[in-house]
């Protein structure tokens, strides 16, 4: 049998790097302004218009309830865009700073510890390792759901 193999382009996030199916990646930005919506929970951040579609605008920070930065020349939005047979979700996640793309094996993946109720996991797929270091990999269909990306 083959092992599959799957890319995940990793960004950072106060220090602790996170990994996004590749596939689902349609470009990277350098942030931009946003135009503002009212009423909105803080970690959206606004709207963009990008070649005719307008696209919600996540800071992911503070979507996982971690302390705010200010953005800065290294601050990145990445959008993200996923299909399904009934519609098309595209977002964009500002992220501290993009870091490297990554191959692995299905076996590689170790699943998260369970954490109770206490710690929302759902955006969580696994754990991998590289080195020394842990990657958190996200859940790309949970992060694209409109059901779990803007709830609170």
Not at 119 to 127: A, E, H, M, T, V
Request: glycine share 4%; with cysteine; hydrophobic share 40%.
């Amino acid at each position: 049998m083959i092992e599959m193999e799957q890319e995940y382009l990793t960004f950072i996030l106060q220090g602790e790097e996170y990994g996004v199916d590749i596939l689902c990646v349609q470009e990277i930005r350098v942030w931009s302004s946003v135009t503002e919506l009212p009423n909105k929970p803080s970690y959206i951040k606004g709207v963009i218009n990008l070649r005719g579609v307008i696209i919600p605008i996540i800071d992911l920070r503070q979507r996982f309830s971690q302390e705010p930065l200010d953005y800065n020349e290294q601050t990145v939005t990445i959008i993200l865009k996923y299909q399904t047979q009934e519609r098309t979700m595209v977002v964009g996640i500002v992220v501290d700073a993009v870091s490297e793309v990554y191959k692995f094996s299905s076996a590689a993946i170790r699943k998260a510890p369970a954490f109770g109720s206490h710690i929302d996991s759902c955006f969580l797929k696994g754990l991998a390792s590289v080195d020394d270091k842990l990657i958190i990999l996200l859940d790309s269909n949970a992060l694209l759901s409109e059901n779990e990306l803007y709830c609170t």
